[in-house]
């Protein structure tokens, strides 16, 4: 049996009053094309999903084309029926076909296969996902043959329910197992005589039953996987369950996250037992935190590595940032992109540092600005130091060894280097390369005029003895 899946993915979406393609509105960190097709591939290698795209069909394809999906485009967006018609020629080596909803991004790998296996069992011409959500409304329902039978005679869009058809409350998912020769010889027959004046997928239905084909359903095991996202409003309901999930997943892997309702946490974050993650932490992309670690509130880490035993305060901001164990960060630590913080090393309060290495054991713990900066081993870098990598034209590096005590306020005009075991007094713009083991000192000497306040104060003292008298 060779199998396609076929992820519906064209429509423009009007629902959600978006400029941007509603397959592209990100849940969980990534689009909802994304999600399904991470589910169906799975099941199917990616060369046997068949994506069909329209609205948008250019951004479309270039946000999922490195997952090796192939595509057909469905120039004008006349309905789900029509989108399946134009996957004709591309589903043509298959037996069965499983058809997707590029807008129900919650579904499951397992649920995928059940339907599947469910299908081929039934040896039926068409199997329909379904599920009993709490509110059915704006779903097409199915109305089975009688109750409890797998038998199903039709599909119903919620426009179109008879009185009699408005309680049934078992909902069409959107997803559905065909027999591919079963749904070609009948597809064509589909008419837009409906509410959109669209061609129905969901009427292959009645007119499969109508032919003596068997068509069935299967409920999924959780009625919350098959949800559609067609409003901003449920499109944050399923990103809502989607970051729940994953933080019962790291929950159960021993990670611990206080009020897990309020931290952001994207489909791929990885994070290892006994790390705490506080209230409002977001930790996003591919980021990976390791064990025994505390995240506290409000940081926002993005595609970072973090070691074991890394202590991050409150108000971090890091993107692309690699952390290694035992360091320390924050609060209000901001790590633009390309920065590594060695073994044990300390980024203190209100410290900015870009495309920097921090060497194990170095310490910058307050008010300082290290941009394209290489430093070494065991170095001090004082309260409010600045790398002065911007020439207005160009970056220029700085490179600081091991060993190294810069004096707080210093300026580090770049290019410049500083060697190892160097001293700069405080207050310092260095300007020319400090070699090993010396002291710089860059700034005007200091003038001590002894006894000048204890004059001034005498001399105001006796003007102002003349004034009153
Ligand atoms: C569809 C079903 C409905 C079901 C619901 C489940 C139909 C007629 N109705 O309704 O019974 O309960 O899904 O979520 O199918 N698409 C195309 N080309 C088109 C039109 C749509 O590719 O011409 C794609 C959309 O991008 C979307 C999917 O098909 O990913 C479903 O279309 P949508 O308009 O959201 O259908 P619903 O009204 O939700
Ligand atoms: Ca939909």
């Not at 970051?243 to 931290?263: E, N």
């Amino acid at each position: 049996m060779r199998l396609g899946i076929v992820i519906m993915a064209a429509g423009k979406g009007t629902r959600l009053q978006s400029k941007r393609a509603k397959v592209l509105h990100e849940i969980g960190g990534k689009p909802l094309l994304c999600h399904v097709i991470a589910a169906a591939a799975k099941v199917v290698p990616p060369h046997d999903i068949v994506t069909v795209v329209g609205h948008q069909a250019e951004a479309v394809q270039t946000a999922v084309r490195n997952t090796g999906v192939r595509f057909v485009l469905q120039d004008e967006q006349r309905g789900t029926g029509h989108a399946i018609q134009c996957a004709e020629r591309e589903t043509r080596e298959y037996d069965e076909v499983i058809v997707l909803s590029g807008d129900v991004p919650l579904l499951r790998a397992e649920t995928i296969v059940a339907l599947r296996d469910f299908h081929l069992r039934e040896k039926a011409a068409m199997t329909i996902l379904t599920a009993e959500p709490e509110d059915p409304s704006g779903y097409g329902r199915v109305i089975r043959r009688s109750p409890g039978a797998a038998d199903v005679t039709a599909i119903v869009e919620q426009k179109a329910l008879l009185p009699e058809q408005q309680s049934v409350r078992e909902i069409n998912s959107g997803i559905y197992a065909f027999q591919r020769g079963a749904l070609y010889r009948h597809v064509g027959q589909l008419r837009a005589d409906n509410a959109h004046k669209e061609l129905y997928l969901t009427d292959l239905a009645r007119l499969l039953h109508d032919a003596g084909e068997r068509v069935v359903a299967v409920e999924a095991a959780q009625p919350t996987e098959v949800l559609g996202a067609n409003t901003i409003a449920e499109m944050m309901e399923l990103d809502r369950e989607l970051r729940l999930t994953t933080a019962r997943r790291l929950m159960a892997q021993g990670v611990t996250i206080y009020r897990p309702d309020t931290v952001i946490l994207d489909a791929g974050v990885e994070v290892g037992p006994d790390t705490v993650i506080e209230p409002f932490a977001q930790l996003l992309g591919t980021t990976q935190v390791g064990s025994d670690c505390r995240i506290r509130s409000y940081s926002v880490i993005r595609n970072s590595s973090i070691g074991d035993h890394v202590l991050i305060l409150e108000g971090c901001v890091m993107e692309d940032a690699q952390v290694e164990k035992g360091a320390q960060l924050g609060p209000y630590a901001h790590l633009r992109p390309g920065c590594h913080v060695g073994e044990g090393a300390k980024v203190g309060n209100f410290v900015e540092m870009k495309k920097t290495r921090l060497g194990a054991g170095s310490k910058a713990p307050h008010l300082t600005y290290l941009g394209d900066a290489q430093i070494g081993k065991g170095t001090n870098i004082g309260a409010g130091t600045i790398t002065c990598n911007y020439d207005g034209v160009d970056k220029h590096p700085t490179l600081i060894g091991d060993g190294v005590f810069i004096g707080s306020d210093s300026a580090l005009v770049a290019p410049v280097v500083i060697g190892d075991g160097a001293y700069v007094g405080a207050g310092s713009v260095i300007t020319r390369d400090v070699p090993a083991d010396a002291l710089a000192i860059g700034r005007a000497e200091q003038i001590t005029k002894e006894g000048w306040a204890k004059n001034r104060r005498a001399q105001r003292e006796a003007r102002k003895g003349k004034e009153k008298a």
